[in-house]
């Protein structure tokens, strides 16, 4: 089995490269055309053949779910032939996508076409809402999973809606549902610094000019005052007319609201050096639910990442994709100060319902966020605090979202979500570079 190690970074390396962004490459491949293939026989058994201790391999989309008498030695691949690996001790343990249950009443529709492994419009993600909100009006959450539709809620409808009535498909394809402590919380889920974590060891290190993707900044924090929040930067925006400042162009980096801890990044965000807070790089916030913007000040920023993979090739962040480019199942990566370059898999694109303030008419404002799950392998490191917010791209180095939180339903595996982008290009931004 390939494997990948690099030393334990300085901490004054410029940045390091993770041993968790494995992919073993087979003769066939299993994620082809924007679609995830089911395995052949003769295919799981010799992807079994890879793991000596395994004794039994199973698909269930989208993992391939290897049981091991005795764990392999980690790291362990994120994916084999394209498909997302998990691996785990017990047949009885929970992959760490969580898939529900099944509706059992007749299927039911809406007017637009619903096609596998192409995702859905807004549009159409509003349609489904509509729909499923017919049946439980706790349902708040829809996931894409390429095959079928995933939808989340806080309460379970009453048994006689539940047995009967609520559809088991839409157009056709499989609907499941979560509902109650199985959907996960992302307020319950940001505590995710690892008790072992050694600051020292943080690539903290003062760069030069020009600022870049996934370095580490900070700010102070608001819920324990005198403390420090780290955090990894994001992106550089701008857009051609700004309501705030219609005579220039102002341009901003992209952030994520609040960090592992759930406390709030706030004030000057600086740029993070071994001694603490260095210069100041950005100032005021503009927050979109998942997304925030700090006025940047009069500092270089580059839409350029980081890579320390010996001779590979760094290119520049092309553009934000928006829902309907998004391919379930592509792989994608992500740089963090903490833990180096991480590959993963995309294995879900949600929609959120969010239901705001009264609109002054008796009623209430009701607005969608999106994101993605993304999977970086149940034998990888947990991300640590300063990683949140860094940027996350596909092989196109199209820019998809950046880093939230973990998920908690299961205890296992990396599936972490993370917030898209699709808010700022809806409002005109675009990414771009600050000289």
Not at 57 to 84: M, N, Q
Not at 333 to 352: A, H, K, Q, Y
Not at 357 to 362: F, I, L, Y
Not at 374 to 391: C, D, I, K, P, R
Request: aromatic fraction near 10%; proline fraction near 10%; include cysteine.
């Amino acid at each position: 089995m390939p494997t990948r190690q690099h030393p334990i970074p300085s901490p004054h390396d410029e940045f390091h490269a993770s041993p968790y962004s494995i992919d073993i490459k087979l003769d066939f491949e299993l994620f082809s055309d924007g679609r995830q293939q089911t395995p052949t026989s003769s295919q799981l058994e010799e992807i079994k053949a890879l793991f000596p201790t395994c004794t039994e391999l199973t698909y269930s989309s989208p993992f391939l779910i290897a049981t091991c008498e005795t764990l392999p030695p980690k790291p362990w691949p994120v994916s084999v032939a394209g498909l997302p690996l998990f691996v785990t001790p017990s047949p009885e343990s929970e992959a760490p996508l969580s898939l529900g249950s099944v509706g059992y009443g007749p299927g039911d529709g809406i007017n637009e076409a619903i096609r596998p492994w192409q995702t859905p419009s807004m549009k159409v993600f509003k349609k489904i809402f509509a729909l499923l909100r017919t049946y439980s009006s706790t349902i708040d959450r829809v996931r894409w999973l390429g095959w079928g539709i995933i939808a989340v809620g806080d309460a379970y409808p009453p048994r006689s809606v539940w047995q009967s009535i609520i559809p088991k498909t839409i157009n056709g394809l499989p609907v499941r549902y979560v509902f109650g402590r199985q959907r996960a919380r992302p307020e319950g889920s940001r505590t995710e610094t690892p008790a072992n974590t050694d600051p020292r060891k943080w690539d903290t290190t003062p760069y030069s000019d020009p600022l870049r993707p996934g370095m580490m900044i900070c700010s102070p924090s608001v819920r324990k005052p005198g403390t420090t929040m780290f955090a990894t930067t994001g992106v550089c925006v701008h857009r051609d007319y700004d309501r705030e400042a219609p005579d220039k162009r102002p341009k901003y980096i992209t952030l994520l609201p609040r960090t592992f801890d759930s406390d709030l990044l706030y004030g000057d965000i600086h740029q993070a050096s071994p001694e603490g807070p260095g210069r100041v790089i950005a100032g005021a916030y503009r927050i979109f639910n998942d997304v925030a913007l700090g006025d940047l000040l009069k500092v270089k920023y580059t839409r350029e990442t980081i890579s320390s993979v010996p001779d590979e090739e760094v290119k520049p962040f092309g553009r934000f994709l928006d829902t309907q480019e998004v391919t379930i199942g592509e792989p994608v990566s992500m740089d963090t100060p903490v833990n180096g370059r991480l590959s993963g898999i995309l294995i879900s694109r949600e929609v959120r319902r969010i239901t705001d303030a009264p609109d002054g008419e008796g009623g209430t404002t009701v607005d969608f966020t999106t994101g993605d799950w993304v999977y970086f392998g149940n034998g990888a490191e947990v991300l640590g605090e300063g990683s949140t917010g860094a940027v996350v791209w596909n092989e196109k180095w199209d820019v998809l979202g950046h880093l939230g939180w973990r998920a908690t339903w299961s205890g296992v595996g990396s599936c972490y979500y993370c917030p898209s982008f699709d808010v700022l290009v809806d409002v005109g931004y675009e990414l771009t570079d600050a000289p």
